[in-house]
Structure formats: C-alpha cells, structure tokens
C-alpha cells in the first residue's frame, strides 16, 4: 500500500491572507481544491505506474483510489498485490509457450484453466506432470514503493502546479456566490 496525502498546512500562508473571510468559504474552498488536485494527482500516478509497469492504465485505476478524508487532507491510495500474468492482457499459447502482450514470450509456459475455473499461466516446477507455479506479473503499489522519489516528484508538481491556483478559483467562486 502506498499513500500520499496533501495538507492544509502546505496553504497556511495563503490562510493567513484569508483570515477575514468567514470559516464556512474557506472549508468549502479548501475541500473542492483539494478534491480536484487529488483527481488530477491520481490520475497522474496512473500514468507514471503505468508506464513503468507495462500494465493498462485501466488496471492499476482499479487497485488506485482518491479519498478526501475531512479534516482539509486528502489521499491517493494504491492497494494492489501481484497480478497474474494472465490478466494483463492479450495472452495467447505459441509453440515456443505463452506470448503476453508488452512482456513477450516466456519460455516453457503454458495456459491452463484449474478444476477450480481459475484460468492461468502457468510453468512446471520438475520434469513431471505436477506441481505447476502460475507466473506472475508487476505490482503497481510495490513499483511505486521501489521508485518512491520519481511519484513524489509527479505529486509534487501536481501540488505546486494546482493547488494554489485552484483553491483562489474556488474562492472566488464562492465569493461571486454571495
């Protein structure tokens, strides 16, 4: 598991500047700008991992959420554990054994379906019939732990770049509203 949050205290000199408007505008204002910068960062781990991975985009969103907790912070959670090599995607048997989209050919491979219903890649352990091992393929919270300073570098920048930006938007917003 992976998170990163953002947090008020990153705005407190903004605040200070704000200190005359009334603690319901600054709520609201800080709670949509931090929900909008927190979109825009998951999305943006999204493609980082993606691109280190190899895996779509599509299937690390699923393991990734973005969660405004209250109390003016908000998170990006990636939860993933290993995914089987089958489930990435464009996965075929070849003579030579089992070609897996942007991960190639692995030797000595096989696809199998379990009595179970559980389709997979799989290899044998020995020469003999059983035991068989499913082969495995990335996992993105474990890549964004292993390559810690490039997602927070993409999360920094995410903050400097919108945060402050959005959170006069908003303000301005609810001051146009009165």
Avoid at 44 to 61: E, H, L, P, Y
């Amino acid at each position: 598991m992976f998170t990163v949050s953002f947090d008020k205290r990153d705005l407190e000199d903004l605040m200070r500047g704000l200190g005359n408007l009334p603690g319901e505008i600054k709520g609201k204002a800080i709670a949509r700008a931090l929900k909008h910068t927190t979109a825009i960062a998951k999305t943006r781990v999204i493609r980082k991992s993606a691109a280190s991975t190899g895996m779509r985009q599509k299937d690390i969103r699923s393991v990734t959420i973005a969660v405004n907790t209250g109390a003016d912070t908000a998170s990006v959670i990636m939860r993933s554990g290993w995914i089987p090599l089958y489930q990435l995607g464009s996965v075929r048997q070849t003579r030579d054994g089992v070609s897996v989209r942007n991960w190639g050919t692995h030797q000595g491979t096989f696809l199998a379906t379990m009595a179970s219903g559980h389709a997979g890649v799989f290899k044998r352990s020995s020469a003999a019939r059983l035991p068989v091992r499913e082969l495995w393929g990335p996992n993105p919270a474990a890549d964004v732990q292993n390559h810690e300073d490039e997602f927070m570098d993409v999360l920094e920048s995410v903050a400097d770049e919108k945060l402050r930006p959005r959170l006069e938007h908003e303000i301005d917003r609810l001051l146009r509203s009165l």
